[in-house]
């Protein structure tokens, strides 16, 4: 049986109801603090959020975000083709899953869709970590 409420937010029908219960469409907070979890994930919403471009190829954010986890500008091909790995294996669909992003496969391109609240969480985190 649903919850849905038939008054207006605000009325007591509508205390002690999750976000979900209401309807809210924006993602929950487990939802936001999983995607954020892995600072590779937080790296390509970074990407993304400081970006002028919606969309762009796994190399190039594979080598921004092994710059952002070594700190330096000058990485080796190897670093960039680990984090790509990674990227590709599991970060980047996990993203996708997550509808922050659509990332496809066999192109190697990504579309990043935006979302404020993980932008707003991985620069919280950004600055915690630094």
């Known amino acids: 049986m ?3 409420p038939t008054s207006e937010p605000g009325s007591d029908e509508w205390r002690g109801m ?5 309807g809210l469409t924006e993602p929950m907070v ?11 994930r937080r790296a390509v ?3 993304f959020a400081d970006s002028a471009t919606p ?3 796994v190399t190039t954010i594979a080598t921004a975000v092994a710059q952002r986890g070594t700190g330096r500008a000058g990485i080796t091909d190897t670093e960039v083709s680990t984090v790509r ?5 599991e970060h980047l669909p996990h993203l996708d899953r997550a509808g922050v992003l659509d990332f496809d496969e066999r192109s190697e391109s990504v579309r990043y869709w935006g979302q404020p609240t993980v ?3 991985a620069e919280h985190a950004d600055e915690l970590s630094r």
């Open 85 to 89: 790995e990674a990227l590709v294996e």
């Open 45 to 47: 919403c970074r990407y």
């Open 55 to 57: 969309t762009a190829a």
């Open 119 to 121: 932008e707003k969480w």
């Open 18 to 22: 999750t976000p979900r219960e209401r």
């Open 30 to 40: 487990d939802e936001v603090f999983g995607l954020l979890a892995d600072w590779r």
């Open 2 to 4: 649903s919850k849905q």
